[in-house]
């Protein structure tokens, strides 16, 4: 195993630590691009929701400088990713427009 992994795996650990304390998800904290604007659209309007819930119990935590109880913090799973790759093909959708319209 390589140093660059094992870095990896301690950064992985300690942000999935840290997203865990608040209940979010690695996705809910990518910034808003335009090409995760678009793949927002595109996921089932289920996960848009308990994304936005997710997003105000974090709030919530942080204004009242708390973290969620360690039983719910033990059940997170912040790597689990859903919309990752949608927002990997919206970029790739917005370069092939970007290519095709291109004088």
Known sequence: MSLISKVAGLYQKSISKSL?????KYDDALVDTAAVQTALHWIKGEDYQ?????????????????????EIQAIQ?????????????????AQERADLTRW
């Open 20 to 24: 865990g304390m608040y209940g979010l």
């Open 50 to 70: 308990a994304r936005t819930k997710r997003i105000a119990r974090a709030t919530d935590c942080s204004l009242k400088r708390s973290y969620l109880p360690d």
């Open 77 to 93: 799973r912040p790597l689990d990713f859903y919309v990752s790759d949608k927002v990997v093909e919206a970029e790739k959708l």
